[in-house]
Structures are given as structure tokens and as C-alpha cells.
């Protein structure tokens, strides 16, 4: 049985920072990520790491936003920096990723943890 159990979030000042992990079992895979869902808009894709190693991440957290894994533990992080008020959401842990064409989806995931930025 797969889980992912997300935890983290927060309410945060505009500018800040918060870090998120996602502690994953029966599964063990590089092939994890995140996505988020703003209140009234549909899930986006925020990163995630393809199974070759390489990262993904949307253009508006590039620059601002790194994935990063400890395999030892099998927990995947998300650090967020010089957060926007426009970050807010419920954010996802994801894991098998499913890339078709532009759209990319996933076969597992978390229950989601709520990030909060004020500005």
C-alpha cells in the first residue's frame, strides 16, 4: 500500500520561506513531486523529478522553488523561498509521474498540506 504524507505548511509572510516534505512508503522511486491548488482554480504542477534524475519545475516557482530527496529516508522536499501571496494553496505530494504531451499527472498521491502566504 502506497503513501505519501505531506507535512510542512503553514501561514507565512510574503517574502519567506517554508520547507515541505513528503515522507513516502511502499514506493521508492525518484519519480516524485509536487503539485498545488489554489481556492476556485484547478491543480497545477509545481516540480517534480522525472525518474532519469532530471527536474521539472513551472515557470512560476523557477528560481524560487527546489526539490530535493533523501533516499535514506525515502522523503522527498520541497524548499520555498521569496514566497508570493499567489503560492497559497493546498500543495500535493505526488509520486509515478504520467507525462502526455503537456499534461502531466500521477498515480499516487498525498492528502495535501495548506500553504498560506500573506502579503
Known amino acids: 500500500q502506497v503513501q505519501l504524507v505531506e507535512s510542512g505548511g503553514g501561514l507565512v509572510q510574503a517574502g519567506g520561506s517554508l520547507k515541505l516534505s513528503c515522507a513516502a512508503s511502499?514506493?521508492?522511486?525518484?519519480?516524485m513531486g509536487w503539485f498545488r491548488q489554489a481556492p476556485g482554480k484547478k491543480r497545477e504542477l509545481v516540480a517534480f523529478?522525472?525518474?532519469?534524475?532530471?527536474?521539472v519545475y513551472s515557470d512560476s516557482v523557477k528560481g524560487r522553488f527546489t526539490i530535493s530527496r533523501n533516499s535514506a529516508t525515502n522523503t522527498m522536499y520541497l524548499q520555498m523561498n521569496s514566497l508570493k501571496a499567489e503560492d497559497t494553496g493546498v500543495y500535493y505530494c505526488a509520486a509515478i509521474f504520467k507525462e502526455s504531451g503537456d499534461d502531466v499527472g500521477a498515480e499516487y498521491w498525498g492528502q495535501g498540506t495548506q500553504v498560506t502566504v500573506s502579503s
Open positions: 511502499g514506493v521508492r522511486t525518484n519519480n
Open positions: 523529478r522525472r525518474g532519469g534524475g532530471n527536474t
